[in-house]
């Protein structure tokens, strides 16, 4: 059973950057797609990005070009680069992981703060 927990989150201006982090146990991430996840309040949780086992990426074209996804395997973490953050970036993140050969994600991270400033 995988554990994930997410870290990283805070509040930054506008423009600004950070990177979230995802630290998983009980399993090995070389063998999970994994993924973030947002939520803003009063809204659906929605796809941020996705790394595939084999390393295929995916973003949601609202993060294309400032986002970054990468796993680092050896550390048995995922990350999330963020950069030209805006206010509608404001949200939970979370980090999921699905083993490879499930199509749903079945492990969840506790989720992380990002806000936004204007």
């Known amino acids: 059973q995988v554990q994930l927990v997410d870290s990283g989150g805070g509040l930054v201006q506008a423009g600004g950057s950070l990177r979230l982090s995802c630290a998983a146990s009980?399993?090995?991430?070389?063998?999970?797609?994994v993924a973030w996840f947002r939520q803003a309040p009063g809204k659906e949780r929605e796809l941020v990005a996705a790394l595939t086992r084999g390393g295929t990426t995916n973003y949601a074209d609202f993060v294309k070009g400032r986002f970054t996804i990468s796993k680092d395997n050896a550390k048995n973490t995922v990350y999330l680069q963020m950069n030209s953050l805006t206010p509608a970036d404001t949200a939970a993140y979370y980090c999921a992981a699905r083993y490879y050969l499930r199509n749903t994600y079945d492990y969840w991270g506790q989720g992380t703060q990002v806000t936004v400033s204007s």
């Open positions: 009980g399993g090995t991430l070389s063998t999970y797609g």
